[in-house]
Nanobody, 119 residues
Framework: QLQASGGGLVQAGSSLRLSCVAS????????MGWFRQAPGKEREFVAA????????DYADSVKGRFTISRDNAKNTVYLQMNSLKSEDTAVYYC??????????????WGQGTQVTVSS
């Protein structure tokens, strides 16, 4: 089970940090990803991180502004979002899979957390 939190309503230019806690003893065996879905749009890839955190991947739209990280001791993956823009407004989801390097087709999904950025 994946539990995401940290969303909220912020102004453009602000920062937020999302967290996703996994209830599994084998968290370090899973690559993790963040996705988002804006109203009327398809869900899109945001960022991913490998099992140990040594490899990360970002969508072009967030590169340089967002940072994905993980703490395997806490079974938690984070998404630090800086310089937020109104187009970042979406429901954000975390996901897990044993295969690293994915931008889609994750096996496990958490519930979303709403991020709203006002301009």
């Amino acid at each position: 089970q994946l539990q995401a939190s940290g969303g909220g309503l912020v102004q453009a230019g602000s920062s937020l940090r999302l967290s996703c806690v996994a209830s599994t003893r084998a968290f370090s065996n899973y690559a993790m990803g963040w996705f988002r879905q804006a109203p009327g749009k398809e869900r899109e890839f945001v960022a991913a991180i490998s099992w140990g955190g040594g490899s990360t991947d970002y969508a072009d739209s967030v590169k340089g502004r967002f940072t994905i990280s993980r703490d395997n001791a806490k079974n938690t993956v984070y998404l630090q979002m800086n310089s937020l823009k109104s187009e970042d407004t979406a429901v954000y989801y975390c996901a897990a899979d044993r295969v690293a390097g994915l931008r889609s087709q994750y096996s496990y999904w958490g519930q979303g957390t709403q991020v709203t950025v006002s301009s």
